[in-house]
């Protein structure tokens, strides 16, 4: 399994940006294609994350409204929609998969994902 992170870039504070995951060589017993966020000098922190086929997305509190979780199955492509966004926000996105991760209730936690994307940074001035 491969995945392509994209789409991150500068926007100012209270902007908004989308940022893509695209997976290759899935395996159809994935179940949870996660977001996770890391900023320089601190732990690699859960975003969110979206089981596989179903749909169902859940968030971290801390982007909780501001930030949507949704996928095309057809394209085999995860996308993290982030609006009012915060300095705070700044941070390199990971995408991460995984065959388990959900049904082990291990969703939220970053060691849980066997396969990672190669991080898109987003940046956002205040």
């Known amino acids: 399994v491969q995945l392509q992170a994209s789409g991150g870039g500068l926007v100012q504070a209270g902007g908004s940006l989308r940022i893509s995951c695209v997976i290759s060589?899935?395996?159809?017993?994935?179940?949870?294609v996660g977001w996770f966020r890391q900023a320089p000098d601190k732990e690699r922190e859960f975003v969110g994350v979206v089981s596989w086929p179903g749909g169902t997305t859940w968030l971290a509190d801390s982007v909780k409204g501001r930030f949507t979780i949704s996928r095309d199955s057809a394209k085999n492509t995860v996308y993290l929609q982030m609006n009012s966004l915060k300095p705070e926000d700044t941070a390199v996105y990971y995408c991460?998969?995984?065959?388990?991760?959900?049904?082990?209730?291990?969703?939220?936690?970053?060691?849980?994902?066997?396969?990672w994307g190669q991080g898109t940074q987003v940046t956002v001035s205040s």
């Open positions: 060589g899935r395996t159809l017993t994935t179940d949870a």
């Open positions: 991460a998969d995984d065959k388990t991760a959900l049904h082990r209730g291990e969703e939220r936690n970053p060691r849980s994902y066997e396969y």
